[in-house]
């Protein structure tokens, strides 16, 4: 294992970019308000004239080199992280992963506040030492040669042993969510508890309470409404992987929609900033890993991996404007919820959008076992 920088980009291949965006051939717009039909012509045109004429891709770069970065290998599988170790004796191991539409810089700021608590302000609060590895295939890991690869979660725990942790903790939503709830079901003998932000469904749905009827509906109307690009990212991946790996406008597109439909916009909260964004679709661009970052959704339907049943203790957090909002009793169906808490604001990029608000959740937790 080894500390190395995470990426240099050629000066020729910014240019590439930048030629590839101002050359862009835009669609005819239609008729529609806002967001109505996609991503909004016209932040995304402002949003690509920036990229273009202004965003410091090389500032970004300098700080994403600056992050404390390592490769691992986990049996022959290369696996990037970045590692913040705890500023006391007795911090806490904890896995914190990211999902889809993001690289490991989404769980950066969550990262710094478990490590690091006295710097922001919880002087005196339990510290973690705090993985977060890059998923396969996304910027910085390698996309795994042989499908099905390893699974992820199987990796995490290689990668936890293989770092001294016997006994660890792990966080995710999204993506992340799932592998640390199949990481938990794995190895209850080292995950001494998992905290998510997203759930996996009981295979017994039987008697449902008002409360659960209400969430599966909602569940319905946000896969009738939203859910398009999962079905195409499940069903058909690389027929638009071609298309986004080729065109920085495109990936754009793709990508900012998500960025703005998944945040919370409720009392002026901004959401994700520009700089963000767009240091996020750049990597995606440079290592040229969107192709790569479908696969987990079509791995799932050609391989379904399961049904779950985690023991070991569970913590999960809500915020209002994820994606669907369970209610206690539905992962009390097939986890074992310990502390369930429903967060007043923040989206489903919680680690960035609310990282204070994660971090305390994540240690009342924690402290619950």
């Not at 300098?62 to 992050?67: D, E, K, R």
């Not at 169906?333 to 369930?340: A, K, M, P, T």
């Not at 007043?344 to 994660?358: C, K, M, T, Y």
Request: glycine share 8%; hydrophobic share 40%.
């Amino acid at each position: 294992m080894s500390q190395v920088p995470l990426i240099e980009v050629p000066v020729s291949e910014l240019e590439d970019l930048r030629h590839r965006i101002r050359a862009a051939r835009w669609p005819r717009p239609w008729p529609v308000d806002g967001w109505e039909a996609g991503t909004e012509p016209g932040r995304l045109r402002r949003l690509s004239a920036y990229w273009a004429d202004g965003f410091d891709w090389y500032a970004q770069q300098a700080a994403i080199n600056a992050l404390p970065s390592h490769h691992a290998d986990l049996d022959g599988t290369a696996v990037h992280y970045l590692r913040f170790d705890g500023e006391t004796a007795d911090a806490v191991p904890i896995v914190l992963t990211h999902g889809w539409p993001s690289t490991v810089l989404e769980e950066v700021e969550l990262a710094r506040r478990l490590s690091s608590p006295s710097r922001y302000g919880r002087a005196g609060a339990p510290s973690f030492t705090a993985i977060v590895p890059a998923l396969p295939g996304f910027p910085f890991t390698p996309e795994q040669s042989r499908m099905p690869g390893v699974p992820t979660h199987e990796l995490w725990h290689r990668l936890m042993t293989q770092l001294g942790f016997p006994r660890y903790l792990a966080h995710g939503g999204d993506l992340g969510a799932g592998i640390s709830t199949r990481l938990a079901q794995a190895h209850p003998e080292s995950v001494a508890g998992i905290h998510l932000l997203a759930v996996a469904d009981p295979e017994d749905a039987a008697d449902l309470t008002d409360g659960e009827r209400a969430y599966l509906g909602q569940g319905e109307r946000w896969w009738a409404e939203e859910g398009g690009y999962e079905h195409l990212q499940r069903t058909r991946p690389l027929s638009a992987a071609y298309a986004l790996n080729d065109s920085p406008v495109g990936l754009l597109g793709w990508l900012l929609e998500k960025y703005h439909a998944w945040t919370d916009h409720a009392d002026g909260a901004a959401g994700l900033d520009d700089d963000l964004i767009l240091t996020q679709v750049s990597l995606y661009w440079f290592t040229g890993a969107i192709a790569a970052s479908f696969r987990p959704y079509w791995e799932h339907r050609v391989y379904p991996p399961g049904p779950v049943r985690v023991t070991v203790p569970t913590g999960v957090a809500v915020f209002p404007a994820d994606l669907v909002q369970p209610p206690r009793s539905w992962p009390a169906r097939n986890y074992h919820v310990v502390h369930y808490n429903r967060m007043p604001r923040g989206g489903h990029f919680a680690a960035r959008e609310q990282p204070d608000l994660l971090a305390d959740d994540i240690r009342v937790f924690a402290q619950k076992l």
